[in-house]
């Protein structure tokens, strides 16, 4: 099971990564971002949960984590895009590109340090 949820954090990386390229092409390009982008962030938030969920598995078996903040850094993950979206409602469609840019940076960076913490 501990290959597995690594698998899916290695997963949400790439997710992320792909996301995030995406955000900063919207924003860049001055874009609303449209349905398929936030299908993509929905992606990368089932992603993460999906690795919550494989770790919750370790953790009630005995195998936790080496450090305890990979908990916290999990718990991170698996809020920072509904958080973006929940900040990002009733803004302009430039801010709300801007805000889930953020969200997506601070949910790559997460996951690195998710890996980084095992």
Known sequence: MADVH??????????AAVALAWSVIIVAARREAGRPYLVGLAVVVIVAVAAAVGGLILLLTGAGPADPLHIV???IAVLAI?????????RTPRRQ????????????????????TG
């Open 6 to 15: 690594r698998f899916i954090g290695l997963a949400g990386i790439a997710v």
């Open 73 to 75: 850094y999990g718990a």
């Open 82 to 90: 509904p958080a973006g979206i929940a900040v990002a409602a009733g």
């Open 97 to 116: 590109s801007i805000v889930l840019l953020v969200a997506v940076l601070v949910e790559l960076g997460v996951t690195v340090r998710l890996l980084q």
